[in-house]
């Protein structure tokens, strides 16, 4: 059995504000080290569970942010930017399951250091209608390979939102939402406990079904006119309001990837202070 982790980093044990994640902080070299402790624990549990490799893909931010030197030595890991398949590079290599370890809750919504892609600029983001976090977003690629979600970590508002995009899956929830940046934790020693035995568990739903391909429209919202004016010029993409674009994709893989390009130029549209 092939597992593919997909970690992040804003859903970790004890992560609540910016300093614990943007890299070459004090904060961020302490937190990298729970980081990977979550890691090392969910690992431990797919194996306990039937496991016979896991690939971790660094989902966070640089990509650069696991102790590879700390590691459990049964898994490997994907590491640095870019990859064609962003958090979810990976999954179209036969995996029999993927972990989205970490995650957070959507743009828009209440949630430890909630997003989706860019940390502030995206309002919103509409999977064929429905809000959606990075969890419902990559869930919809793992579904186009046929890729059982098995387990889902993060605040309680992260696994609110996974119940409904992955309510068969494992859900271990290392803190409770208090504010955007402010939560109450539990410690490693409790927290890994919880991803072990949620990672073993899960196991039992490993196994490759039918892929789901089929057309998807995503639509995304920005605080500002002038980033969806920027994203606007990628073609195929519409502005579909003063702050709102949208676009169609033929299958979630295409979709994605077009979704990282309005990233990109909304990101590369933002100038100082003003946004």
């Keep these: 059995m092939r597992i593919l982790l997909s970690a992040d980093m804003e859903g970790a044990t004890g992560v609540t504000w910016t300093d614990d994640v943007i890299p070459g902080t004090?904060?961020?070299?302490?937190?990298?080290?729970?980081?990977?402790?979550?890691?090392?624990?969910?690992?431990?549990?797919?194996?306990?569970?039937?496991?016979?490799d896991v690939?971790?893909?660094?989902?966070?931010?640089?990509?650069r942010n696991l102790l590879l030197e700390d590691l459990d030595p049964r898994a490997r890991m994907l590491t640095g930017r870019h990859k064609p398949l962003s958090m979810m590079q990976g999954i179209e290599s036969g995996v029999d399951g993927v972990v989205f370890l970490g995650y957070h809750a959507a743009a828009g919504v209440d949630g430890v250091l909630s997003h989706t892609y860019l940390e502030n600029q995206i309002t919103g983001v509409w999977l064929d209608g429905v809000l959606a976090s990075e969890g419902r977003l990559n869930a919809g690629m793992a579904a186009e390979y046929g890729v059982p979600v098995l387990m889902v970590s993060g605040d309680d508002k992260t696994i609110e939102d996974a119940l409904d995009y992955a309510p068969g899956a494992s859900m271990v929830q290392v803190k409770e939402c208090v504010s955007r940046y402010a939560?109450?934790?539990?410690?490693?020693?409790?927290?890994?406990?919880?991803?072990?035995?949620?990672?073993?568990?899960?196991?039992?739903r490993a196994g490759r079904a039918e892929p789901a391909p089929g057309t998807h429209r995503?639509?995304?919202?920005?605080?500002?006119?002038?980033?969806?004016?920027?994203?606007?010029?990628?073609?195929?993409?519409?502005?579909i309001g003063v702050r709102r674009v949208g676009f169609d994709a033929p299958n979630m893989t295409e979709a994605m990837k077009a979704f990282k390009i309005v990233t990109a130029i909304a990101a590369g549209a933002v100038q100082g202070i003003y946004g």
């Design 26 to 52: 004090e904060q961020w070299q302490r937190f990298r080290r729970m980081f990977t402790g979550d890691v090392n624990a969910t690992i431990a549990g797919l194996h306990a569970g039937g496991a016979t």
């Design 55 to 63: 690939l971790v893909n660094e989902a966070h931010s640089s990509q």
């Design 183 to 204: 939560a109450i934790c539990s410690p490693p020693s409790v927290t890994a406990s919880l991803l072990t035995a949620a990672a073993e568990e899960s196991m039992r």
């Design 218 to 239: 995503i639509e995304v919202e920005f605080d500002a006119s002038h980033l969806a004016a920027a994203a606007a010029v990628i073609p195929t993409v519409e502005q």
